[in-house]
C-alpha cells in the first residue's frame, strides 16, 4: 500500500487511538455508575457516542497496523 501525500501523521493517529480508549472508557464508566439507558437516551448514548469512538478506535488502529500515514517510512 502506497503511503499517502496528504493526511493524518503517526502522532495524530495515536493521539487520536488515545481519545477513543479514554471515550469508551468515560462511556462504559458512565453505563456502569449511572446504568443502562432507556428509551432515546440508549439511541444517544451506546449508539452515537459507542459508534463513534469504537469507529474511531477500529479506523486508526488499521491505518497504524497498516502503516498508511503521511509520514509513514517508504
Excluded: C, H, N, Q
Amino acid at each position: 500500500m502506497t503511503k499517502p501525500k496528504f493526511g493524518p501523521t503517526r502522532s495524530e493517529l495515536l493521539f487520536r487511538l488515545g481519545f477513543s480508549f479514554v471515550g469508551l472508557g468515560l462511556l462504559v464508566g458512565a453505563v456502569a455508575v449511572r446504568g443502562m439507558p432507556k428509551g432515546p437516551a440508549m439511541f444517544e448514548t451506546i449508539g452515537v457516542a459507542g459508534l463513534f469512538f469504537g469507529g474511531t478506535l477500529i479506523w486508526t488502529t488499521w491505518k497504524l497496523v497498516k502503516g498508511i500515514y503521511a509520514d509513514a517510512p517508504d
